[in-house]
């Protein structure tokens, strides 16, 4: 019971009725100390480093502010295609598993840290967070916690707070857009797809050409001025709409389009990498993969851009934040992007809203490419109805489910508690050997790295 | 008798009194025919890729406007380090040896081609152009020509042509420079970098930190706020000046300096490379070191450019003009440095003014890095008297001594010419194994450029 144990370690958790507990399916259990209760929570919980099983919702202790500390009552908090990186521990510096996924958020100050200054309890604030964000409450450094323009909703500041402050960076920071430029968004379909080409229209003349699956091209006609198709886009096809090239190549994957961005570029064109979704290849991280991935991206001698005329740029908001400590850039940024959003010059579109019991549909979603906009989940929302004979990986959880829905849906939760206890108890005697596997992968894809990579070696150095 | 040879290929040459081109120890030679007389002009001529004793003062034929080029007057010309590396052959697309040198002229519009317009004769210019600069008379497209403001003299307008242009393209739409930044400019000695400096003051509470060699300190003591030793500068140092680091970085050199100027940036920041001196480590191209320095130079992996939150640029005007075809651009930047002068923003620091016949004196300060700000060449300029016992590599020539000193002249002259005609005999049984010598080493670089290095060959491809 690797599971609960390590809850209790962390804090005891409330005493509660066996019955509530079972008829919403949830996981937690009951304690037999006599120590005052510890309020708990609902939160998506990575219990280990893999696929979609691996997220769970589960009741952990309620948070209490730090000195700097801002503690805030989540209302609504995105989903980023880097939370899917990190379910496959697939990103740098992560905690230990089990920990609270989620880099965003919007809600209400519930509480304040003895030292912070400028926020109040009851203020509408946004907030990022390195981890943390999935959850009914959740405590934030001030310095990463921002306030809230009147008129927007929290549904609105989730989708805006992270798309929109990396696309903002991305164009005017680092891409440096300027009037009369073309610009080519490789994944505009996603949410900091489509923030980028509503940012390139406050740009005057400037062109957008967007790439998306087929399947997406109906939602996105009005987005751009060109839209091609992911599957089987071709330079020919961009020089028909851009006869010398383009100024910029705006790049999330880093993957096979390196190159042929590259080549795309006009003289004084920027190629910018924002992600590295393509080392993202299955539900679970590809080992495979991720090491090809890190080979095969072309090397540039500086030399070689010296005689292009050209640059290429990196663009990372959790490693800008959360390890360069970049805290007042971003603060400026966030508070521009609101400003815009103020001024409707900028409208998040919003793919969907789920229920955190929904979040492995959701990341799958995300993860087949397939949200036009962005996805957010919401702590209050209902979760979907599950099939009596549950298919979906995740195991749902509630402290309290709604009354008023209790009655009807008691029936069906606990046959499927009942089946879930049944496989929990075929899993615990799986689960230990299995986590220890993915600590395994872990560590082998780490070594592996080290091993054939010099450049890898210096970079973990760098990191460190 | 290949040089001879050649220039009577290129076009007959005036018939003219001999003493009058012994007098001036000209190298030219008068042909048989009785074709009507060829205007000559003195031309500074690259007859071989290699050292100093490679560029001659030669008469050649006057050039003939096409009809789209504007036939220009030289006044003054300026001396860039390209220069030093087209002599040694380091350049790529060069002409065919023998032909005259220089990258860039002021002076006068002598003649129109039929089809040019916005420009007349006797009109005040500048000119880039990709050799063909350092002659008393040139053609060049009207592309590349730019009408002067009054009140810039011709030799002011010759220091602020490639430097400033190349200047503020690096600064405001490569490295974007924003107010309360801090710059880190590894050779602020040298006439770019002196621009570089002039520019930042125009941008708002910016901070230069420059690198120089120890001999120039005293001379750049008010050009920037900190200034280092080339010699012994060490990340410390800067650190001590910019605690957090540099925004920007201004390279022209691509050497040892790259892994330390990269590892100053800020989260951020951007290193920017405009030249590979570097690779001009002798009087002549040192094969060695030049493909030393194409693989020393560290590639650079994208996805560490994303985690670093930094970017690369290279910037190369003779590419962005002359093969990459972005003469608006240019055109558009040189009227803005323009209006800068005009409005006192920009000052040129003129290091000194040479004769053309001292032509390999200056090229030597420069490649020694001797010279504090521009150096320029003038047509017109009185040579400096040469020592009875000739040392200097560079054999002088002119069409027409100055009268009034002539008589004065003469004997020495004469017995200069005499000298010179021995040596010259001597040496023209050793030329023709000279030149092929120089033409092989050039193609065994080319040929071991490309069996070694994969990506030399696709750079050469990309040139196509």
Same mark, same amino acid.
């Given at each position: 019971m690797t599971e609960s144990e390590t809850k209790t370690e962390v804090s005891p958790v409330e005493d509660k009725p066996k019955e509530e507990t079972a008829a919403a399916g949830a996981e937690t259990t009951a304690t037999a100390n006599e120590e005052p209760p510890v309020k708990e929570m609902r939160a998506v919980v990575?219990?280990?480093?893999?696929?979609? $099983?691996?997220v769970k919702i589960q009741q952990k202790p309620q948070p209490t502010p730090a000195e700097d500390e801002v503690l805030i009552r989540v209302r609504a908090t995105g989903l980023n295609f880097p939370d899917l990186m990190a379910r496959q521990g697939a990103?740098?510096?992560?905690?230990? @598993?089990p920990f609270i996924m989620g880099f965003e958020l919007a809600g209400e100050v519930e509480a304040v840290g003895?030292?912070?200054?400028?926020f109040t309890v009851g203020q509408r604030v946004c907030a990022l967070s390195d981890? $943390? @964000?999935? @959850?009914e409450l959740t405590a934030v450094p001030a310095k990463h916690c921002y306030p809230l323009p009147d008129g927007i909703s929290y549904q609105d500041a989730a989708a805006v707070l992270v798309n929109y402050t990396v696309a903002h960076s991305l164009l005017?920071?680092? @891409?440096n857009i300027r009037k009369g430029q073309t610009v080519l968004i490789?994944?505009?379909?996603?949410g900091v797809g489509q923030a980028l080409a509503q940012l390139c $229209?406050?740009?005057?003349?400037v062109t957008v050409i967007g790439i998306a699956s087929k399947a997406k091209h109906e939602q996105l006609n009005?987005?751009?001025h060109h839209l091609l198709e992911r599957e089987s886009y071709t330079v020919t096809q961009v020089k028909k709409v851009a006869e010398h090239g383009v100024d910029v190549v705006l790049d999330?994957?880093?993957?096979?389009d390196v190159s042929r961005g590259y080549s795309l570029l006009k003289p004084m064109g920027r190629y910018v990498l924002?992600?590295?979704? &393509? &080392?993202?290849?299955?539900?679970?991280?590809n080992l495979f993969s991720f090491a090809k991935s890190w080979w095969q991206v072309d090397r540039i001698n500086p030399i070689k851009l010296y005689d292009d005329n050209k640059s290429i740029s990196g663009f990372n908001m959790r490693h800008l934040l &959360?390890?360069?400590?970049?805290h007042a850039y971003i603060a400026e940024k966030v508070a521009t992007v609101f400003d815009l959003f103020k001024s409707s010059k900028i409208s998040p579109v919003v793919d969907s809203t789920w229920a955190f019991e929904d979040i492995a549909e959701a990341m799958q979603k995300m993860h087949d490419r397939k949200n036009v906009g962005k996805l957010l989940l919401d702590p209050a929302k209902e979760p979907k109805p599950r099939p009596v004979?549950?298919? $979906?990986p995740v195991k749902v959880g509630r402290k309290e489910s709604r009354k008023d829905k209790r009655n009807k849906e008691k029936k069906e939760s606990e046959e499927k508690s009942k089946k879930e206890a049944d496989e929990k108890k075929a899993a615990a005697t799986d689960k230990k050997s299995d986590d220890a596997k993915e600590a395994n992968d872990k560590d082998a894809s780490k070594e592996e790295a080290k091993k054939e990579n010099g450049d890898a070696e210096e970079k973990e150095k760098s990191k460190d």
């Open positions: 990575l219990t280990g480093f893999g696929g979609l $099983k691996s990103l740098d510096n992560l905690p230990k @598993a003895e030292k912070v200054e400028g981890m $943390k @964000a999935w @959850a005017f920071d680092v @891409a490789l994944s505009i379909g996603g $229209k406050t740009v005057k003349d009005d987005v751009c999330c994957s880093c993957g096979e924002y992600g590295t979704s &393509f &080392f993202v290849s299955g539900e679970t991280k &959360f390890q360069q400590g970049q004979e549950p298919e $979906k």
